[in-house]
């Protein structure tokens, strides 16, 4: 079976489609409902059953969740509600909904879904893929196999402040700065993670990616930049592909 349930959990909106896990195509209508607040582990999993009865689903269920995930359990908590640490997503969603899940690191799912079928195929070596969105989301590869659960964003930056909350999409916009200003503070995450991890390749995604020109200029890190194929689709499709790993 090639085509698999992907279901994209944020801090905004739940997104979910079917997706042919060969291709990376989506092969359903893709649904989206504002995540529920607050965002306790009974809301997200009545909106998630509500999603999966919507495409009218039944098979294994690849779910991908903006926190430290390990053994399908949360360990952090960042932009979801401080109750999902230490919950098992992955059982918490089934019992929900009766059918299996595999739940991973939103941005490694979004690391998969590229290395596999987008930007990343054919790179080698060390590759950290970046979604730029609210918060900052970092997955990293050798040779193609992930390693799960980097936290880049989280590095402590400019006063202390973690980079997530000085160089993300979000501060952007709530700083209210011109892409020239944002690409200073964004290039400054580029060379710390750069002299932490001496990537090969970066590979950036996310809401800010598809501006790539409007602030590629003020980019000055060597290691070459490649921007995301899947946006804001990525989740979904690496959600789906996890499953099958
Ligand atoms: C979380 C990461 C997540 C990223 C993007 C960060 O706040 O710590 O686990 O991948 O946001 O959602």
Redesign the pocket.
């Known amino acids: 079976m090639t085509e698999l349930l992907g279901i994209d959990i944020?801090g905004s909106g739940i997104k979910a489609a079917l997706v042919d896990c060969e291709s990376g195509e989506l092969c359903s209508e893709r649904v989206r409902i504002a995540t529920p607040r607050p965002a306790t582990p009974d809301s997200v999993a009545g909106a998630v059953t509500e999603l999966v009865s919507q495409l009218d689903y039944s098979g294994p269920v690849g779910c991908c969740f903006?926190?430290?995930v390990v053994d399908g359990r949360a360990k952090?908590a960042?932009?979801m509600e401080r109750e999902w640490v230490g919950v098992a997503i992955d059982e918490t969603f089934s019992e929900a909904t009766g059918l299996p899940f595999t739940v991973i690191?939103?941005?490694d799912a979004a690391g998969v879904a590229e290395m596999r079928l987008g930007a990343g195929v054919g790179l080698s070596g060390t590759v950290i893929t970046l979604?730029i969105?609210?918060?900052?989301?970092s997955a990293f590869f050798y040779e193609g196999q992930l390693v799960p659960n980097l936290?880049l964003?989280?590095m402590a930056g400019h006063d202390g402040v973690p980079y997530?909350r000085w160089a993300s999409n979000r501060a952007r916009k709530t700083d209210d700065l011109s892409w020239e200003e944002w690409a200073v503070r964004f290039d400054g995450f580029l060379q710390r993670a750069a002299r932490v991890c001496t990537p090969d390749h970066f590979i950036l995604g996310g809401g800010a990616s598809k501006k790539y020109e409007e602030f590629s200029d003020g980019i000055t890190v060597e290691t070459p930049i490649h921007i995301a194929r899947f946006l804001n689709d990525a989740g979904i499709i690496g959600a789906a592909m996890a499953v099958r790993q």
Do not use: K, L, V
């Open positions: 944020g903006p926190t430290i952090s960042s932009n690191n939103d941005a979604t969105g609210t918060g900052i989301g936290e964003g989280h997530e």
